[in-house]
């Protein structure tokens, strides 16, 4: 409609006594900003498994399952799936039925038509984790696993043995479905060509440093939940239950590695939550274990949250100065083991936000035992004497321990090349230097310190692992030998261990497994490839203008579900200036 003729209309209906017709305003754009703490490498579900990608992958890609937003313990529940599977008896069948009218965003692969979901898409989506080309950490997922397509939309899956994890395994970004034609469009390059049927797809991408995601105009999700009884699920449910998912517009993703980048990127009010306030930067807005009344006056909102997460610093044992099984390389190991000091690390750098780490499972975690204690304290007078009797004795001048052989030695701890990865520095060379061991610092980004871990070439190195899914089995794999170069960085691969573990594997959570658990914790402790460090508490940080935010125990991002008060945000930026 030109002007001129928009004019004599609205002049024609005045004239006969109708009211003007009003332009329709459009409504403000709703947009969620937010921050990834360490670079993004290729968007591939097969490939990719650091945690600032998965993040960006489970907003791109469409597993057949996910977590319900709101139940606690975690429950999963159909995604692309018109319900949860029909399962045979013996537990080796499993049958899905997807979903009609879920489609691919679009891309030139599809050559201008519009590309439906079939159940053939997810055949192709699970082989590919096979796929030896691609080297998939994923690939145990699919192991002994067969897909087919029924027919346009039924899938089904069977299985060699039982294995208890493997509707998880349905619900993580790695078994989201791709596209053929996507895949074969772009030979080794589908990382950079990231086409799904998630929530949203990109709209910008300036590697390491912007994401811009906007929502899938093709998405069909609607909520659906399971809200606790509480005041908070209620609300969230109220608002959420029957609505088109996403709920904003487009999300504004920023790189920001250093910690205080993010916090006063939160404190100004360019991230719309905070999760895990950075240790180092605590006092800024913590007081006597509360928020700050400045920043609670502005309606901020602190929670904690136990993560799933398991801190740890591992040693590779296939590295010729600390790896090996031979009872000198044990007690070294095992000496640096006894020179952690967990309590000054909780209340000094963790700020008080952890708890010490007595083995791989987190609390919340099925396998999880509350009344298990390692049996390696922190005890730097037995840690010296028993490099003392295991020929560690001779000193260099400056006082440094030399190897049993007589060499020099010196330890290589790789680290990240931030604020905090410093302070960790600092705090790993008073503990060592304390028991006579020499240490040197290699520090480097995240990402390419996993890349070398992968490659075998880091010595030791302070990780975390947050679980795929909430199960025991998610974090005794990474000591599994079979998976040494994936997830089990350690390189771990001790016969004793690997039997138990694939015993425990075939088990549900009970009185079995968990003995084969304690024992798998006893081997661990026994040759100590890793030093297990802290589960996290995570204080979280909010803005009042974020609304139906709930911090889920397993999935890496809500913002599917999270929707902003335009105007409150608006008339919060007025009141800083």
């Known amino acids: 409609m030109t002007f001129r003729y928009a004019a004599a209309l609205v002049l024609s209906l005045s004239c006969l006594g109708a009211q003007p017709v009003q332009a329709q305003a459009q409504p403000p754009e709703k947009v969620l900003r937010m921050f990834l703490s360490t670079s993004e490498t290729g968007l591939d579900p097969a490939v990719a498994s650091d945690n600032a990608t998965l993040s960006l992958l489970e907003n791109l890609f469409d597993p057949l399952l996910r977590y319900d937003y709101l139940a606690r313990p975690a429950r999963l529940r159909p995604n692309t799936a018109t319900a949860m599977p029909d399962v045979s008896a013996d537990g080796l069948t499993y049958t899905f039925r997807i979903r009609p009218g879920i489609y691919f965003t679009p891309d030139p692969a599809f050559k201008g038509v519009k590309r439906e979901v079939t159940a053939q898409d997810y055949v192709y989506s699970l082989q590919r984790l096979r796929d030896p080309s691609l080297r998939s950490p994923w690939s145990y997922m699919v192991e002994g696993k067969q897909a087919e397509a029924v027919d346009r939309y039924t899938l089904r899956i069977r299985l060699a043995a039982p294995d208890n994890n493997f509707l998880f395994y349905l619900a993580t970004p790695a078994t989201g479905v791709v596209a053929r034609e996507v895949i074969e469009a772009y030979p080794g390059q589908a990382g950079n060509h990231p086409v799904g049927t998630g929530p949203f797809m990109i709209g910008e991408w300036k590697r390491s440093d912007r994401i811009v995601l906007l929502a899938n105009p093709y998405s069909t999700a609607v909520f659906s939940a399971t809200p606790g009884d509480n005041d908070e699920d209620r609300a969230i449910a109220a608002a959420l239950d029957g609505k088109r998912l996403p709920r904003v ?9 250093e910690f205080q980048g993010r916090m006063l990127g939160f404190l100004n009010g360019e ?27 502005r309606g901020i909102v602190l929670s904690r949250f136990p993560v799933l997460q398991t801190y740890y610093m591992w040693m590779n044992m296939n590295d010729p100065v600390v ?54 304290p922190y005890d730097p007078a037995l840690a010296n004497a028993l490099l003392d009797r295991h020929g560690y004795d001779r000193r260099d001048p400056d006082g440094f321990r030399r190897s049993p052989d007589g060499k020099p030695l010196t330890l290589t701890m790789h680290s990240e090349a931030t604020v905090g990865g410093r302070l960790r520095d600092e705090m790993w ?8 061991l020499r240490v040197v610092f290699k520090s480097d980004k995240k990402t390419e310190i996993i890349k ?16 795929d899914f909430p199960d025991g089995d998610n974090f005794y794999q990474l ?17 004793e261990y690997n039997v138990r573990y694939e015993r425990a594997r075939l088990l549900t959570d009970g009185a079995e497994r968990n003995r084969l658990y304690f024992e798998m914790n006893q081997l661990l402790h026994a040759y100590n490839p890793w030093v297990p460090l802290t589960h996290v508490l995570s204080g979280d940080l909010r803005h009042p203008w974020l609304k139906n935010y709930k911090r889920h125990p397993v999935e890496f991002t809500t913002w599917r579900y999270l929707d902003v008060d335009v105007a409150q945000r608006s008339r919060s930026a007025r009141g800083k200036r």
Do not use: H
């Open 249 to 257: 517009d487009r999300i504004e993703v920023k790189i920001a590695e």
């Open 271 to 297: 991230y719309d939550y905070l999760e895990q306030i950075p240790e180092s930067m605590t006092e800024m807005v913590v007081q006597d274990g509360g928020l700050k009344p400045e920043l609670a006056a």
């Open 323 to 376: 790896g090996g099984y031979g009872r000198d390389r044990v007690a070294l190991r095992r000496a640096i083991s006894m020179s952690y000091n967990s309590v000054e690390d909780i209340a000094l750098l963790k700020k008080g936000f952890a708890i010490k780490a007595e083995s791989p499972l987190p609390p919340n975690v099925l396998g999880y035992d509350p009344n298990y204690r390692s049996p390696v």
């Open 429 to 436: 060379r008073k503990c060592l230097n304390a028991i006579g």
């Open 452 to 467: 070398a871990s992968r490659l075998g070439t880091v010595q030791m190195f302070e990780s975390n692992w947050i679980a």
């Open 479 to 495: 000591l599994y030998g079979p998976n040494a170069g994936r997830a089990n960085y350690a390189r771990f691969n001790l016969p």
